[in-house]
T-cell receptor
């Protein structure tokens, strides 16, 4: 158990819909990362937040947005869903902003299926 | 922008033997961090080993070691005495010290055969 929790574990929805994925980082970690992993593919970095502020942005679609709240949990919002958005979405947390040696701790992921 | 390349999509090894997974990266930075993560069939991502670029000594964690060649921008993972539990997808990752983003390779699926 990494200490990072993600809800829900599974999500099945239809095209055009909107969903929210939630992540709670490990106690004390200030950074939250979001990744997308399509079937048997690598991890695509989406976005990072550090202590409530957006820190880095990757290949995140305009239909996707995220935020980190004062209690440090984070939400990833996916809207106007398409079939190609079906993937495993990981959240990871780390202590620092990403300058240091600390590792990322990954949550178990949310499996999103768009029908 | 940084890129990470894992040129071996799939590999297999016999139990108790040694296998090396390759990773190359491209960056203009002088200091950065490199990681190998393991993703078993459970899909949970687990850190295997890490290396700081300015440290010349190769990192070692029990049966796992790396061969870090900074000039060649190469960061290979060696697994000694392979065990069935090592069967997983392995990802090489690059962390910039300047930007927050992490860049992952496409992964190598390793199968350890009994």
């Amino acid at each position: 158990d990494s200490g990072v929790t993600q809800t829900p574990k599974h999500l099945i929805t239809a095209t055009g819909q909107r969903v929210t994925l939630r992540c709670s980082p490990r106690s004390g970690d200030l950074s939250v990362y979001w990744y997308q992993q399509s079937l048997d593919q690598g991890l695509q970095f989406l976005i990072q937040y550090y202590n409530g502020e957006e820190r880095a942005k990757g290949n995140i679609l305009e239909r996707f947005s995220a935020q980190q709240f004062p209690d440090l949990h984070s939400e990833l919002n996916l809207s106007s869903l398409e079939l190609g958005d079906s993937a495993l979405y990981f959240c990871a947390s780390r202590l620092g902003a990403g300058h240091g040696y600390d590792e990322q701790f990954f949550g178990p992921g949310t499996r999103l299926t768009v029908l | 922008a940084q890129t990470v390349t894992q040129s071996q999509p799939e590999m297999s090894v016999q139990e108790a033997e040694t296998v090396t997974l390759s990773c190359t990266y491209d960056t203009s930075e002088n200091n950065y961090y490199l990681f190998w993560y393991k993703q078993p069939p459970s899909r949970q991502m687990i850190l295997v080993i890490r290396q700081e670029a300015y440290k010349q000594q190769n990192a070692t964690e029990n049966r796992f070691s790396v061969n870090f060649q900074k000039a060649a921008k190469s960061f290979s993972l060696k697994i000694s005495d392979s065990q069935l539990g090592d069967t997983a997808m392995y990802f090489c990752a690059f962390d910039s010290t300047n930007a927050g983003k992490s860049t992952f390779g496409d992964g190598t699926t390793l199968t350890v055969k009994p």
